[in-house]
């Protein structure tokens, strides 16, 4: 008994930090409180008995009362955490009336207890100081007995409200000490129903951690599911906010319309095929679609100039990149933007702009977008000339290996034109598709 009074105080304990309605805990916690004392106060009782020292008068009398007690308060707690699981579970519906009945039987079964202590109602104690049943003892059970077949009704009424688990949890504990409180009228010496009360406390405790852990999962799932549809609605926003500026820029140039698009696409192309992650092709999918912004800033008649540009004109042109990473450094959780704007221009042999770097030192974001806005400018039809045949611009990508391309992503691109044998990729209205 002792054992199993440890283990009701620590389980208790245990269920101090459970995630669960106040209500609830504070029931739970008087059942384990009462549980613990119930088998310690049994365990004093027996040892007491026939103690006719002055401790063992006082132990005996104490200890009995508090045994004949702690089943009613732990029926009482059950009583209150039936309540509050109905009342959570269907939307406030009315306490059934039996719940209150059990409450008015369980204050009977305290007073008549209290009463029993001067009358001996229940019990007595003989000369030798030992307890000894008394006519009116089967009150003692029949109480009992009658709460616990009115909590199982209820717990029955209300099973579609409990898990499969907790409703046979509920099923066993209130109606094993139905059993065993029949059993005790006839069984003398044995405190089966104290056992039995205490036992599926801890075992009604116990299901309880475990359900509010599995409800503690599927919340933390839950919350991972809306954070990950968070996050896809967050990209697609990013990603639609990103089209319509991209659109708007290509507009500028009534020649290149989808130019940035299919610059960002066939830089994810690139990436895929050097085994980029899916995330950094989604990084440098919107890089490249950005890669142009800095177009706003030019003046519209140069950019929709027929034929070439003079020296001056291709100034004003190459400060787009410059331009571009002035408005994108603003968005600062994706600096890779920016970068990709930045230094696209710039040439594997250091003779680029804005900046002229040279080999490793230029951004590999940007080394990326630049084959694809090359392959792009080919392909597409400008104010001075149609897109390019294919071969002649699979030799002009060939020929910038190693001074305006990198050779590795200069050797995909060709590797893609290569599979592309109805060549496909060339200018398309990207924004219509």
Same mark, same amino acid.
């Given at each position: 008994?002792?054992?199993?009074?440890?283990? $009701?105080? &620590?389980?208790?304990?245990? +269920?101090?930090?459970?995630?669960?309605?106040?209500?609830?805990?504070?029931?739970?916690?008087?059942?384990?409180?009462?549980?613990?004392?119930?088998? /310690?106060?049994?365990?004093?009782?027996?040892?007491?008995?026939?103690?006719?020292?002055?401790?063992?008068? =006082?132990?005996?009398?104490? $200890?009995?009362?508090?045994?004949?007690?702690?089943?009613?308060?732990?029926?009482?707690?059950?009583?209150? @955490?039936?309540?509050?699981?109905?009342?959570?579970?269907?939307?406030?519906?009315?306490?059934?009336?039996?719940?209150?009945?059990?409450?008015?039987?369980?204050?009977?079964?305290?007073?008549?207890?209290?009463?029993?202590?001067?009358?001996?109602?229940?019990?007595?104690?003989?000369?030798?100081?030992?307890?000894?049943?008394?006519?009116?003892?089967?009150?003692?059970?029949?109480?009992?007995?009658?709460?616990?077949?009115?909590?199982?009704?209820?717990?029955?009424?209300?099973?579609?409200? #409990?898990?499969?688990?907790?409703? *046979?949890?509920?099923?066993?504990?209130?109606?094993?000490?139905?059993?065993?409180?029949?059993?005790?009228?006839?069984?003398?010496?044995?405190?089966?129903?104290?056992?039995?009360?205490?036992?599926?406390?801890?075992?009604?405790?116990?299901?309880?951690? *475990?359900?509010?852990?599995?409800?503690?999962?599927?919340?933390?799932?839950?919350?991972?599911?809306?954070?990950?549809?968070?996050?896809?609605?967050? =990209?697609?926003?990013?990603?639609?906010?990103?089209?319509?500026?991209?659109?708007?820029?290509?507009?500028?140039?009534? @020649?290149? =319309?989808?130019?940035?698009?299919?610059?960002?696409?066939?830089?994810?192309?690139?990436?895929?095929?050097?085994?980029?992650?899916?995330?950094?092709?989604?990084?440098?999918?919107?890089?490249?679609?950005?890669?142009?912004?800095?177009?706003?800033?030019?003046?519209?008649?140069?950019?929709?100039?027929?034929?070439?540009?003079?020296?001056?004109?291709?100034?004003?042109?190459?400060?787009?990149?410059?331009?571009?990473?002035?408005?994108?450094?603003?968005?600062?959780?994706?600096?890779?933007?920016?970068?990709?704007?930045? #230094?696209?221009?710039? $040439?594997?042999?250091?003779? +680029?702009?804005?900046?002229?770097?040279?080999?490793?030192?230029?951004?590999?974001?940007?080394?990326?977008?630049?084959?694809?806005?090359?392959?792009?400018?080919? &392909?597409?039809?400008?104010?001075?000339?149609?897109?390019?045949?294919?071969?002649?611009?699979?030799?002009?990508?060939?020929?910038?290996?190693?001074?305006?391309?990198?050779?590795?992503?200069?050797? /995909?691109?060709?590797?893609?034109?290569?599979?592309?044998?109805?060549?496909?990729?060339?200018?398309?209205?990207? @924004?219509?598709?």
């Amino acid at each position: 008994m002792l054992v199993l009074a440890g283990v $009701c105080f &620590t389980v208790t304990l245990c +269920g101090l930090v459970s995630k669960t309605s106040r209500v609830k805990k504070v029931s739970l916690l008087i059942m384990g409180i009462f549980a613990t004392l119930l088998m /310690i106060s049994d365990r004093y009782a027996y040892i007491y008995r026939g103690d006719e020292s002055e401790l063992g008068y =006082h132990m005996v009398r104490i $200890c009995n009362f508090v045994t004949f007690l702690c089943p009613l308060m732990i029926i009482h707690s059950f009583n209150w @955490y039936l309540t509050d699981f109905i009342k959570t579970n269907q939307d406030g519906k009315k306490i059934p009336l039996r719940l209150r009945i059990n409450e008015i039987l369980v204050f009977v079964g305290v007073l008549l207890l209290i009463i029993s202590q001067f009358k001996g109602l229940y019990y007595t104690f003989d000369a030798q100081n030992r307890y000894q049943r008394s006519d009116g003892y089967i009150i003692s059970a029949v109480i009992p007995l009658i709460v616990w077949l009115i909590a199982v009704t209820v717990v029955v009424q209300y099973r579609k409200s #409990f898990g499969r688990m907790m409703l *046979i949890t509920l099923l066993v504990f209130a109606s094993v000490p139905l059993l065993a409180a029949f059993l005790q009228l006839f069984f003398y010496g044995i405190s089966i129903t104290n056992l039995a009360i205490a036992a599926l406390t801890v075992a009604l405790r116990l299901i309880e951690i *475990i359900r509010n852990g599995q409800e503690l999962n599927a919340a933390h799932e839950r919350e991972k599911e809306l954070l990950v549809q968070e996050q896809k609605n967050m =990209h697609r926003m990013v990603m639609q906010s990103a089209l319509a500026l991209a659109s708007a820029i290509d507009a500028k140039d009534k @020649y290149t =319309h989808g130019h940035s698009k299919r610059v960002a696409e066939y830089s994810e192309m690139i990436a895929e095929v050097y085994g980029k992650t899916d995330s950094e092709c989604r990084d440098i999918y919107l890089a490249g679609l950005l890669h142009d912004v800095g177009k706003i800033g030019i003046p519209d008649n140069i950019i929709n100039k027929d034929g070439r540009l003079t020296d001056e004109e291709f100034a004003v042109i190459k400060t787009h990149p410059a331009i571009g990473a002035g408005i994108l450094k603003k968005i600062n959780i994706a600096p890779f933007i920016s970068i990709g704007a930045h #230094f696209h221009h710039e $040439c594997y042999d250091g003779k +680029g702009y804005p900046e002229g770097l040279k080999g490793e030192d230029i951004p590999e974001i940007a080394r990326i977008i630049a084959v694809a806005d090359a392959y792009d400018a080919m &392909t597409s039809k400008r104010s001075y000339r149609d897109a390019l045949p294919q071969e002649v611009v699979r030799s002009e990508i060939e020929k910038g290996k190693g001074t305006q391309f990198d050779p590795k992503f200069a050797e /995909i691109m060709l590797g893609l034109i290569d599979r592309d044998t109805d060549y496909q990729l060339q200018q398309y209205d990207v @924004y219509d598709v």
